[in-house]
């Protein structure tokens, strides 16, 4: 028996006999699944939600500057890289995000190298090796003459304070303003200096404006002046902009003033190793990169949760510079995990894929799933007509990145996974059963699969149809054969 039951709710509403032949055989096929499984799923009390999440990075210098929610902590890769027993070599992330795991790797000596397509996720990262180079003193002293004299509030005319349709009217006059001062006064300071300014106006984005990160998009406040229908939205206390970036310039210059900061940084004894980042997709990337190159892939790809992070990271993105074309093309290139994800040419991208997405076709658990999200979609019960398609890609595309993880490493070493389970339509996904499955047929061999000891719940939406049966959270650890 698996340590995370996934059992359905005795009623699943379907509105047609082919919806619930489907959802029956689907079912048949998911328990055997959990049953050939059971022995691999190993209930870990030392993971917590915490620890698989940003949260414990919230007390630790340089990683606690920007709120990257859907990264995870430091902490839990030193934990993992110690129990798959990885000391040296080099270790690849192909879903960098903010890089975590690749500035610990580096930390405990191993090169580390990674993959990142969105342009938040490389500025952060940037910002970091940047830090990892030094700080010159003459940088440092320039912060602290921000706090004091406060730039600024100086003239921003001139500056356009860079906005898409989806991020129009984020923040009141008097914060837009600031906002611009702020930028007018960046383009005098030198490239170090204006580097960690601009990221330090990344960190408080969310803060100062009429917005909230949640999930699959940006939640407005009723402030923001935005009709948006429904129960008005309150996200409570905005600090002034003044107040908001005075406290993260302040708390950037203690981390990187105090001398604890260098040994929180390097914990690990010994010189540390190199950060590379390679800017782009990891479908486009993983190919160009040479066989049997790494010691570990250590990633947590996007969930299949229909999480959005091009509209979740608008504000940031926007001043970084994308527009709308940007944006739509950075929602279609990343991992299709959203409902407005079109199918991908894959084989267009590399043929070699042709073994994966054969995987993929034949998998009985995933054929039997889409049979019945097809039928839920043909008596038009699904609450969004591009969830078929988004799981269908979810897992090709990552079929796609196991079969490239298994060629660049090295034989014995592991891919350690952090992902969850999903619920669409009533249907329990097992993703983490089936990816297994799939990476055992594309040259890994599954180790263990750590379970946290809380779960996911339903989403709103599927709560009170489907009630509030857990969904695991876990860890993977493949082997290369």
């Not at 270790?91 to 500035?103: E, K, R």
């Not at 601009?198 to 923001?224: M, N, P, V």
């Not at 054929?367 to 979810?394: H, K, V």
């Not at 983490?432 to 890994?444: K, R, S």
Request: net charge neutral; proline share 5%.
């Amino acid at each position: 028996m698996s340590v995370i039951e996934n059992k359905m709710p005795a009623a699943v509403p379907v509105n047609s006999s082919r919806a619930a032949t489907s959802f029956a055989a689907y079912e048949r096929l998911r328990l055997d699944l959990e049953n050939q499984y059971a022995d691999l799923l190993c209930l870990d009390r030392s993971l917590d939600r915490k620890l698989v999440s940003f949260q414990a990075n919230k007390s630790r210098p340089v990683y606690r500057w920007f709120k990257y929610k859907e990264g995870f902590s430091a902490c839990l890769v030193e934990s993992l890289l110690h129990r798959v027993g990885v000391t040296e070599g080099t270790l690849l992330d192909p879903f960098a995000g903010s890089g975590t795991a690749m500035f610990v790797a580096a930390q405990h000596g191993l090169a580390a190298e990674g993959i990142e397509l969105l342009p938040i996720g490389q500025a952060v990262i940037d910002t970091r090796r940047l830090i990892e180079r030094g700080i010159p003193d003459r940088v440092l002293h320039r912060l602290a003459e921000w706090i004091t004299t406060q730039p600024w509030k100086n003239d921003g005319d001139g500056i356009t304070l860079s906005e898409v349709r989806i991020t129009r009217g984020a923040y009141s006059p008097q914060t837009a303003t600031a906002l611009r001062g702020y930028l007018a006064a960046l383009v005098d300071e030198d490239a170090p200096t204006r580097n960690l300014l601009r990221f330090a106006l990344l960190c408080i984005l969310e803060s100062i404006s009429f917005t909230r990160k949640d999930g699959q998009y940006l939640r407005w406040d009723h402030r923001s002046g935005r009709s948006l229908g429904g129960k008005p939205f309150d996200k409570g206390h905005i600090p002034a902009f003044e107040q908001a970036i005075t406290a993260k310039l302040k708390e950037i210059l203690h981390d990187l003033q105090t001398s604890d900061t260098a040994s929180d940084l390097f914990t690990a004894p010994g010189p540390s190793g190199s950060v590379k980042l390679h800017h782009g997709s990891c479908l486009e990337i993983l190919p160009t990169l040479g066989e049997e190159r790494y010691d570990c892939v250590f990633t947590s790809p996007p969930y299949c949760n229909r999480y959005d992070y091009t509209r979740t990271y608008a504000l940031e993105l926007a001043l970084l510079g994308v527009d709308e074309a940007g944006f739509s093309s950075l929602r279609q290139t990343l991992l299709s995990a959203t409902v407005e994800n079109r199918p991908k040419h894959l084989l267009a991208i590399n043929p070699r894929w042709r073994t994966a997405l054969d995987i993929v076709d034949q998998h009985p658990p995933l054929g039997a799933l889409f049979d019945y999200l097809d039928a839920q979609l043909e008596s038009r019960t699904l609450n969004n007509t591009g969830i078929p398609r988004m799981i269908r890609g979810y897992f090709t595309e990552l079929a796609c990145v196991i079969q490239e993880c298994s060629r660049v490493l090295k034989p014995g070493c592991p891919l350690v996974m952090v992902n969850d389970n999903v619920r669409f339509a009533g249907a329990c996904i097992p993703v983490d059963l089936i990816l297994t499955q799939i990476a055992e047929q594309l040259g890994f061999r599954a180790e263990v699969i750590l379970v946290l000891p809380t779960g996911k719940g339903n989403s709103s939406q599927q709560m009170g149809q489907h009630g509030r049966d857990e969904l695991r959270k876990c860890v993977y650890v493949w082997r290369k054969a």
